[in-house]
């Protein structure tokens, strides 16, 4: 620890009054010690870690961290805010910021330090001690663990003792970390030694758990969550052995100790690893934060679970995408989730199956649909019999859509026991012509039947034929019923009206349409509002033969969602200066990336600068959403962007289109960086972070 933070390090009057504000101080302090080689560069991949998740925690403490390689060494900064700064905590601002600065290769023995810095986060004595010291080189000593917080308890004014009475420091934690592999928390198995010997006395054993931590960049969520639920076990009497799944590695947790757990819980927001391992225990399945800032509610939770013999039938899906998400969240951000699940594994079907129909009329013609059977007639040397074998092909693909979209979003609420119903509800809809809204109604109703019947207290001889017989069959049967006989007709009806509608838009309203989802298309570049637009438009050409306005919309959407990521790269070659060495490259990047529609690219543009560059794209991608809908271009293939081209009905016009998006978002992004103060051109990252930190000494405001 000694080398990841100095007094340099330390700022214990942080005057920023904003997150972001708050990481660029931090950050040129790293900048001018040569810890951070790109200033710029390393901000947008902090703002990027932050994008997926906020970093405050309850008890007043931020931790913005991320790996980039913009980063030299590990480094760690710390600064204390008077007023308070709000990182997105429950409980309000935090007064206590550390700034991790990993690098992309960073190794084990500094992330293992790192996480014991998380674990200590969670000694309530050791932030006392953080708020009370009065001199940088004290606050990096006891960071390093060179000061116990017991000694810097000695000097803290009556009434701030510590809550807790821990007395070990950093450098304890992290030596026992070190001596002991990540994830086997041989320190749990000591501090409930206490509390299992007092339980075999008195003849009774104590109640077991088992727990997974981990989350994104896997440095602090992660150990920090390992730490507040061991923590609660001892408070609650309860055995607790946690698997820390962080950037350092894990050791999976010994089977023994696994069988004899009587409940499971996992907190995380990347994939379980090894998940079946945990199968057939009751289980509570929430986000990282939820294990950190709520920890003896999961286990009370899971123990009322035990109680009641509710138990997890296999491996569940682990991205918060695909889980039903933390108890705590609202019907809507399930609902969201849910469907995000169904559609994120239905993309790869609609991208196979729509290149390889638009490949075969390319190949084949346009009365390729009308082919016989490759099975019966095939001739190697034609190129109509290949352009018929890729329609064919595509044909079959498109057929998995529905199904796939309904199965998975019951996936996502009940996990593996909701694909069978999900599947035949989705197959159903496509048999009485329900299409795309026949496939959500029965994804949800599918995943709420075996919720429904998850619910319902068996004998536990009967437990390991549930997810097996049980549950397949009894939700098969209500959810054919339900779709065949109740609701079945009129979804149908429903998704004729809408077909119909969008076959009778023209003129005005289609410019309309057009422009709506080229605004949904640049919202979040490649996020959930992207995919509703992007999941409307591919439903649209999801069949053998679709209609014209279905592929001007189709169109519309591959053409707005090009436009961000060339607009930046365009930017950054006419205004090179308005942008960072960082975004610069980036630029030349995201030329390829946008060229392919793929809008993510302009991901660290916008994560750096999002009051500039989201509006804009969104502005020039409604220009070209609109324009292509006027032009009356027409896209079968639901991919490929300019490769896809000869694919395009009115291709010259539907470049024109992309052209003019492009051109006004790069022209308000030049005009609004323009607006900003900017350091000069060409005096490199060491005179640029001078002219900031004089600005900020100054209290002069620094441009966004």
Same mark, same amino acid.
């Given at each position: 620890?000694?080398?990841?933070?100095?007094?340099?390090?330390?700022d214990?009057?942080?005057?920023?009054e904003?997150?972001?504000?708050?990481?660029?101080?931090?950050? !040129?302090?790293?900048?001018?010690?040569?810890?951070?080689?790109?200033l710029?560069?390393?901000l947008?991949?902090?703002?990027?870690?932050?994008?997926?998740?906020?970093?405050?925690?309850?008890?007043g403490?931020?931790?913005?961290?991320?790996?980039?390689e913009?980063?030299?060494?590990?480094?760690?900064?710390?600064?204390?805010?008077?007023?308070?700064?709000?990182?997105?905590?429950?409980?309000?601002p935090?007064?206590?910021?550390?700034?991790?600065?990993?690098?992309?290769?960073?190794?084990?023995?500094?992330?293992?330090?790192?996480?014991?810095?998380?674990?200590?986060l969670?000694?309530? !004595?050791?932030?006392?001690?953080?708020?009370?010291?009065?001199?940088?080189?004290?606050?990096a000593?006891?960071?390093?663990?060179?000061?116990? %917080?017991?000694?810097?308890?000695?000097?803290?004014?009556?009434?701030t003792?510590?809550?807790?009475?821990?007395?070990?420091?950093?450098?304890v934690?992290?030596?026992a970390?070190?001596d002991?592999?990540t994830?086997?928390?041989?320190?749990?198995?000591?501090?409930?030694?206490?509390?299992?010997?007092?339980?075999?006395?008195s003849?009774?054993?104590?109640?077991?758990?088992?727990?997974?931590?981990?989350?994104?960049?896997?440095?602090?969520?992660?150990?920090?969550?390992?730490?507040?639920?061991?923590?609660?076990?001892?408070?609650?009497?309860?055995? &607790?052995?946690?698997?820390?799944?962080?950037?350092?590695?894990?050791?999976? +947790?010994?089977?023994?100790?696994?069988?004899?757990?009587?409940?499971?819980?996992?907190?995380?927001?990347?994939?379980?690893?090894?998940?079946?391992?945990?199968?057939g225990?009751?289980? &509570?399945?929430?986000?990282?934060?939820?294990?950190?800032?709520?920890?003896?509610e999961?286990?009370t939770?899971?123990?009322?679970k035990?109680?009641?013999? !509710?138990?997890?039938?296999?491996?569940?899906?682990?991205?918060?995408?695909?889980?039903?998400?933390?108890?705590?969240e609202?019907?809507?951000?399930?609902?969201?989730k849910?469907l995000?699940?169904?559609?994120?594994?239905m993309?790869?079907?609609?991208?196979?199956? $729509?290149?390889?129909?638009?490949?075969?009329?390319?190949?084949?013609?346009y009365?390729?649909?009308?082919?016989?059977?490759?099975?019966?007639?095939?001739?190697w040397?034609?190129?109509?019999?290949?352009?018929?074998?890729?329609f064919q092909? $595509?044909?079959?693909?498109?057929?998995?859509?529905?199904?796939?979209?309904?199965?998975y979003?019951?996936?996502?609420?009940?996990?593996? %026991?909701?694909?069978?119903?999900?599947? &035949?509800?989705?197959a159903?809809?496509?048999?009485?012509?329900a299409?795309?809204?026949?496939?959500?109604?029965?994804?949800?109703?599918?995943?709420?039947?075996v919720i429904?019947i998850?619910?319902?207290?068996?004998?536990?001889?009967?437990?390991?034929?549930?997810?097996?017989?049980?549950?397949?069959?009894?939700?098969?049967?209500?959810?054919?019923?339900?779709?065949? &006989?109740?609701?079945?007709?009129?979804?149908?009806?429903?998704?004729? $009206?809408?077909?119909?509608?969008?076959?009778?838009?023209?003129?005005?309203?289609?410019?309309?349409?057009?422009a709506?989802?080229? +605004?949904?298309?640049?919202?979040?570049?490649?996020?959930?509002?992207?995919?509703?637009?992007?999941?409307?438009?591919?439903?649209?050409?999801?069949?053998?033969?679709?209609?014209?306005s279905?592929?001007?919309?189709?169109?519309?959407?591959?053409?707005?969602?090009?436009?961000?990521?060339?607009?930046m790269?365009?930017?950054?070659?006419?205004?090179?200066?308005?942008?960072?060495?960082?975004?610069?490259?980036?630029?030349?990047?995201?030329?390829?990336?946008?060229?392919?529609?793929?809008?993510e690219g302009?991901?660290?543009?916008?994560?750096?600068?999002?009051?500039?560059?989201?509006?804009?794209?969104?502005?020039?991608?409604?220009?070209?959403?609109?324009?292509?809908?006027?032009?009356?271009?027409?896209?079968?293939?639901?991919?490929? $962007?300019?490769?896809?081209v000869?694919?395009?009905?009115?291709?010259?016009?539907?470049l024109?289109?992309?052209?003019?998006? /492009?051109?006004?978002?790069?022209?308000?992004?030049?005009? +609004?960086?323009?607006?900003?103060?900017?350091?000069? !051109?060409?005096?490199?990252?060491? /005179?640029?972070?001078?002219?900031?930190a004089?600005?900020?000494?100054?209290?002069?405001?620094v441009?966004?």
């Amino acid at each position: 620890m000694s080398e990841m933070i100095t007094a340099d390090l330390v700022d214990l009057d942080l005057s920023a009054e904003t997150k972001e504000a708050a990481a660029r101080a931090l950050a !040129e302090r790293m900048v001018t010690l040569g810890r951070v080689t790109d200033l710029e560069g390393f901000l947008a991949d902090v703002a990027a870690r932050e994008a997926q998740m906020p970093t405050g925690l309850d008890g007043g403490i931020g931790i913005p961290h991320c790996r980039s390689e913009h980063v030299t060494e590990p480094t760690l900064g710390f600064g204390r805010s008077p007023a308070g700064i709000d990182f997105g905590a429950p409980d309000g601002p935090a007064d206590l910021i550390f700034l991790i600065a990993a690098p992309a290769g960073a190794d084990d023995a500094h992330l293992t330090i790192l996480s014991s810095l998380a674990r200590q986060l969670m000694n309530a !004595e050791f932030t006392s001690a953080l708020r009370a010291v009065d001199d940088a080189a004290a606050a990096a000593a006891l960071i390093r663990g060179d000061e116990s %917080p017991a000694a810097a308890a000695s000097t803290v004014p009556e009434g701030t003792e510590s809550a807790d009475g821990s007395k070990n420091s950093v450098a304890v934690s992290a030596a026992a970390s070190a001596d002991t592999p990540t994830g086997t928390t041989t320190d749990t198995t000591d501090t409930t030694s206490d509390t299992t010997a007092d339980a075999g006395a008195s003849g009774e054993r104590p109640f077991r758990i088992v727990a997974v931590t981990s989350c994104p960049t896997g440095i602090a969520h992660t150990y920090m969550a390992a730490e507040s639920l061991e923590n609660a076990g001892r408070e609650a009497g309860i055995e &607790v052995v946690v698997e820390t799944q962080g950037s350092a590695g894990f050791t999976r +947790l010994d089977p023994a100790v696994i069988a004899a757990a009587d409940g499971v819980i996992f907190a995380h927001d990347v994939p379980v690893r090894d998940k079946d391992r945990f199968a057939g225990k009751p289980t &509570v399945d929430v986000g990282v934060k939820a294990g950190i800032n709520k920890p003896a509610e999961l286990i009370t939770e899971v123990r009322g679970k035990a109680a009641r013999g !509710e138990v997890s039938a296999g491996s569940a899906p682990g991205t918060p995408v695909e889980r039903s998400g933390d108890s705590a969240e609202g019907y809507g951000t399930k609902l969201r989730k849910w469907l995000m699940s169904g559609v994120s594994y239905m993309v790869p079907f609609v991208a196979a199956g $729509g290149l390889l129909i638009a490949l075969g009329f390319a190949i084949g013609g346009y009365k390729i649909n009308k082919a016989p059977s490759v099975m019966d007639h095939f001739m190697w040397l034609q190129a109509d019999s290949w352009g018929a074998l890729f329609f064919q092909i $595509g044909v079959v693909s498109f057929g998995f859509l529905v199904p796939v979209l309904a199965g998975y979003i019951a996936y996502g609420m009940a996990d593996r %026991p909701g694909l069978v119903p999900g599947f &035949v509800g989705g197959a159903i809809s496509l048999t009485i012509n329900a299409g795309f809204l026949g496939g959500l109604a029965a994804g949800l109703i599918a995943g709420g039947v075996v919720i429904g019947i998850q619910k319902v207290k068996i004998p536990a001889s009967l437990r390991g034929i549930m997810p097996v017989v049980v549950i397949p069959l009894i939700s098969a049967a209500i959810v054919g019923f339900l779709m065949f &006989v109740v609701i079945g007709k009129p979804i149908a009806s429903a998704q004729k $009206g809408m077909t119909d509608w969008l076959n009778g838009l023209t003129g005005t309203n289609a410019v309309l349409l057009g422009a709506l989802l080229g +605004l949904m298309m640049c919202f979040d570049l490649g996020g959930p509002v992207n995919k509703v637009a992007y999941t409307f438009a591919t439903a649209g050409i999801a069949v053998a033969s679709p209609s014209d306005s279905a592929m001007k919309i189709m169109a519309a959407v591959m053409a707005a969602g090009m436009v961000p990521p060339l607009a930046m790269a365009l930017a950054t070659t006419v205004r090179g200066r308005l942008f960072t060495q960082t975004e610069r490259e980036n630029g030349k990047a995201a030329w390829v990336l946008g060229a392919s529609f793929i809008s993510e690219g302009a991901i660290p543009f916008a994560a750096a600068d999002p009051l500039r560059v989201i509006p804009s794209a969104m502005v020039g991608g409604a220009v070209t959403g609109s324009l292509s809908m006027a032009f009356g271009a027409t896209l079968r293939a639901p991919h490929g $962007g300019i490769f896809v081209v000869p694919l395009i009905g009115n291709p010259v016009l539907y470049l024109i289109a992309i052209a003019a998006g /492009v051109c006004v978002t790069t022209a308000l992004v030049v005009v +609004l960086k323009g607006m900003r103060k900017q350091a000069p !051109e060409g005096t490199g990252a060491g /005179v640029a972070d001078t002219a900031i930190a004089a600005k900020v000494d100054s209290k002069e405001p620094v441009a966004a």
